[in-house]
């Protein structure tokens, strides 16, 4: 019984996408790659498993990619659209005050004076840093700019908003 409830567990897992397959390249089986991490080529395994990474190079719009599972432009092209994704437990640690979106998306907001706020449904970045989006009960919507004035504390139980930003 007891390995059954490890494969649970690892299922239960949550998993990070790092990078999204955008189309075919050449016609021996690499793919073009719009990557979200800055260490992609550290990770080896991608979808639990069901694709390896042979490969890695510079293209001119992302990362031209080989992997082992994939032999032709065929195969290739039915990729298009795919997220590559590994566990959150993959990932590096992070120092103090750092994040990983995948952290924040759905985590419960709080104000600062105690009051519920809603949840963290989306992150932006404009270029001058991350903003949240966090989704009332009722569906409207309010933005937040991920920064210690704003956003004081965070765990992995519940986001807090200094009560000055709420809208």
Known sequence: MMP??????RRAEP???LAVVIGAHGVNGQVRLKVFAEDFGSYKSFNQGALTLKSAQAGN?????RFAEVADRNAAEALRGTELTVPRSALPPLGDGEYYHADLM???AVSTDGSALGRVVLIENF???DVLE??????KRFM???????????NADRL???ADFVE
Do not use: F, H, K, Y
Request: charged fraction near 20%; hydrophobic fraction near 40%.
């Open 134 to 139: 966090i989704e009332r009960p009722d569906g």
């Open 61 to 65: 719009n992302g990362l031209i990619v």
């Open 106 to 108: 759905g985590l419960p």
């Open 160 to 162: 807090v908003v200094t």
């Open 127 to 129: 270029g001058a840093g």
């Open 4 to 9: 059954q409830q490890e494969t649970a567990d």
């Open 144 to 154: 937040v700019p991920m920064n210690a004035d704003a956003v004081p504390e965070w």
């Open 15 to 17: 998993s990070v996408t």
